[in-house]
């Protein structure tokens, strides 16, 4: 009998609610006639490039919460929906391989060089918004991860490679239908997760080895 799928841990269920809400929040405003709140909401919680490069901001601290702030936002509940999708179905994934405070790790490191990549490639580019560069990162952790691990216990590569395709599958699908995706930002959240699932994986490795 096989054995069952994992939970997404309590943080990966924290950011899909908070996500949700906020866009839900914003939708409602928008119905209700109220669209300067999602304006208002891009301008001070957007990532905008600029402030990376001398860009003073409109107030105090922008250019810092902006590198968190930025992946809650999100263009529509299309948007949303694929991002919130890929999400629950890496970090489940995920969760068979990696403990709970390294893959939350690789989220948070993955959704900032995501930022900092797109920043360094589009110095005058923003608003860029949404949760894609972190879920990428957490694919790229789980590529790494997986490569190492299950090719050293001989374990199929199979779900990983499923987990990966969804993602894959779903933001191909989402930058057709949404030309302007940040792809530097997707760049730079792999790249920053496949390191992490890398080193992690290699130093599990080396513990297991050592015993």
Do not use: K
């Not at 990696?98 to 005058?124: C, H, R, T």
Request: overall charge positive.
């Amino acid at each position: 009998m096989a054995a069952p799928a994992p939970r997404i841990p309590r943080w990966t269920s924290a950011i899909v609610i908070l996500c949700c809400v906020t866009e839900v929040a914003l939708q409602l405003a928008d119905l209700g006639g109220w669209p300067g709140l999602r304006h208002a909401t891009v301008l001070y919680g957007a990532f905008w490039s600029q402030l990376m490069h001398g860009d003073p901001g409109l107030v105090a601290g922008q250019g810092l919460w902006m590198f968190a702030s930025y992946g809650l936002l999100h263009a529509g509940f299309l948007h949303l929906t694929m991002n919130m999708v890929s999400l629950a179905a890496v970090a489940r994934e995920l969760r068979r391989l990696m403990p709970v405070g390294q893959m939350a790790l690789a989220y948070g490191v993955s959704q900032i060089a995501a930022a900092g990549i797109y920043g360094w490639m589009e110095p005058m580019g923003g608003p860029m918004i949404g949760a894609s560069g972190a879920v990428f990162g957490l694919a790229g952790a789980l590529v790494g991860y997986a490569t190492i691990w299950r090719l050293r216990t001989e374990r199929p590569m199979r779900p990983v490679l499923r987990a990966v395709a969804l993602v894959l599958g779903l933001n191909v699908a989402l930058t057709l239908l949404m030309p302007q995706i940040a792809w530097q930002a997707h760049l730079g959240g792999a790249v920053a997760g496949l390191l992490i699932g890398l080193i992690a994986a290699h130093l599990r490795v080396s513990r297991v080895a050592m015993r």
